[in-house]
Nanobody, 132 residues
């Protein structure tokens, strides 16, 4: 059974940094998408950063325009953990952040990797609040 657990949310002032972690268990796909999504009150959930690891373990990274250059997604396969380093945080980054993983039916491309339909497994979410 696949489980995803997020860590690292909290409150920070604008301009500050946070690092989110997503620990995965029971996830054994050789080709997969994993991503970070967020949902602010009254808004739809949106993909902000994702990765696709395919054949020969080559990984592609994708970012939404709103976070490109400020956020960095990474993974540590030895620890089965994905990270989201968030720098230069803004009040508009305030949201519940979720990590997600595909069941294998995924491929490269930003529309796919940052799109909700390709994800089957979700964490419980961690709140990030950025004050001005």
């Amino acid at each position: 059974q696949v489980q995803l657990v997020e860590f690292g949310g909290g409150s920070v002032q604008a301009g500050g940094s946070l690092r989110l972690s997503c620990a995965a268990s029971g996830y054994t796909y050789s080709r997969y998408c994993m991503g970070w999504f967020r949902q602010a009150p009254g808004k739809e959930r949106e993909g902000i950063a994702g990765l696709y690891t395919g054949d020969r373990r080559i990984t592609y990274y994708y970012y939404a325009n709103a976070v490109r250059g400020r956020f960095t997604i990474s993974q540590d396969n030895d620890k089965n953990t994905m990270y989201l380093q968030m720098n230069s945080l803004k009040p508009e980054d305030t949201a519940m952040y979720y990590c997600a993983a595909s069941s294998g039916d995924c491929r490269e491309g930003s529309d796919i990797v940052l799109g909700l339909p390709y994800y089957n497994y979700w964490g419980q979410g961690t709140q990030v609040t950025v004050s001005s």
